[in-house]
Nanobody
Framework: QVQLMETGGGSVQAGGSLTLSCTAP????????MAWFRQAPGKEREGVAA???????SYGDSVKGRFTISQDSDKNMVQLQMNFLKPEDTALYYC???????????????????WGQGTQVTVSS
């Protein structure tokens, strides 16, 4: 069973920055995609950003130009650098890993093989 370990959530004022990290210790395969999704109270879960081990990326429209996703396949790790944060970015952020889907498909269909537990991001105005 793959366990995803998320760190980096917290509270910040609007305009600030946060970095989320997620690792998949011991994941054995060379190709995979990792992504961040988020869910605010009363809203559907939405795709934020995704990346695969070939560094192909995909972003949700609401975060383009503000968030950057990166990965280190040697460490099975993905990071999400979030800049110019807005109150509407407030949500529970989930890390996800998929064994075969490319990043754009993963973000659109929101059905990864594995989910993390979630980390809270709160942006105050």
């Amino acid at each position: 069973q793959v366990q995803l370990m998320e760190t980096g959530g917290g509270s910040v004022q609007a305009g600030g920055s946060l970095t989320l990290s997620c690792t998949a210790p011991g994941y054995p395969y060379k190709y995979y995609s990792m992504a961040w999704f988020r869910q605010a109270p009363g809203k559907e879960r939405e795709g934020v950003a995704a990346i695969d081990t070939l560094d192909d990326t995909s972003y949700g429209d609401s975060v383009k130009g503000r968030f950057t996703i990166s990965q280190d396949s040697d460490k099975n790790m993905v990071q999400l650098q979030m800049n110019f944060l807005k109150p509407e970015d407030t949500a529970l952020y989930y890390c996800a890993l998929d064994e075969s889907s490319p990043p754009d498909y993963l973000l659109e269909h929101r059905k990864p093989n594995y989910w993390g537990q979630g980390t809270q991001v709160t942006v105050s105005s």
